[in-house]
């Protein structure tokens, strides 16, 4: 199984709901990533957690909260976004190798979040 | 720090010919060099890397792409290209072998056309 996997596909919600999106693999990866893409832009690298703790946090503004509640899943809660924060969220996941290496990134079919 | 900059944002081609996008970086470090493809409404693939080696990688479907250090490039090529061939493709670099915090470039949209 090389599959990352994003739910939901598609969300659409407003100003002051709050969701949350979720990644999940099973291969055995203990890096997870949260990035954000824009339309025709390339992701932009949100969070990065390692064996289950928050590493890099990119200034990320905090109605956007991320989770890892174990080494196969992570979240990312969504409270009173606004509407430029519609774009295309990218998990991905990783292994963790000899002085933090990695040399491949694995990432999932996004969820297209629209904020109305 | 680094920074990649791919050199066309879309690159129109006809289908069997042949394609080259372009990558170039810029790092005070060695880098490890990336290319991604998204097809539409779709998340990121892997196409190929060079971490060390051979500056020649190649892909399985059909896709190589050449390091040369002293011009600091990457480019991406494709003999003969297909429809199935149209995406976006991104050159990405990260310090060190960490694809996770990898720096893309803007991309370049590849339309292959009948």
């Known amino acids: 199984d090389t599959e990352v996997t994003q739910t939901p596909k598609h969300l659409v919600m407003g100003m002051t709901n709050k969701k949350s999106l979720k990644c999940e693999q099973h291969m055995g990866h203990r890096a997870m990533y949260w990035y954000k893409q824009k339309a025709k832009k390339p992701p932009e690298l949100m969070f990065v957690?390692?064996?289950?703790?928050?590493?890099i946090n990119e200034s990320v503004p905090s109605r956007f909260s991320p989770e890892c509640p174990n080494s196969s899943l992570l979240n990312l809660h969504l409270h009173a976004l606004q509407p430029e924060d519609s774009a295309l969220y990218l998990c991905?996941?990783?292994?963790?190798?000899?002085?933090?290496?990695?040399?491949?990134?694995?990432f999932g079919q996004g969820t297209r979040l629209t904020v109305v | 720090a680094q920074s990649v900059t791919q050199l066309d944002s879309q690159v129109p081609v006809f289908e069997e010919a042949p394609v080259e996008l372009r990558c170039n970086y810029s790092?005070?470090?060695?880098?490890?060099l990336f290319w991604y493809v998204q097809y539409p409404n779709q998340g990121l693939q892997l196409l190929l890397k060079?971490?060390?080696?051979?500056?020649l990688v190649e892909s399985i479907n059909g896709f190589e792409a050449e390091f040369n250090k002293s011009q600091t490039s990457f480019h991406l090529r494709k003999p003969s290209v297909h429809i199935s061939d149209t995406a976006e493709y991104f050159c990405a670099v990260s310090k060190g072998t960490n694809a996770g915090k990898s720096t893309f470039g803007d991309g370049t949209t590849l339309t292959v056309k009948p």
């Open positions: 991905a996941s990783s292994q963790v190798g000899e002085g933090g290496a990695n040399t491949e990134a694995f």
């Open positions: 790092s005070s470090v060695s880098v490890y």
């Open positions: 060079y971490l060390s080696g051979s500056t």
């Open positions: 957690y390692s064996y289950e703790k928050l590493s």
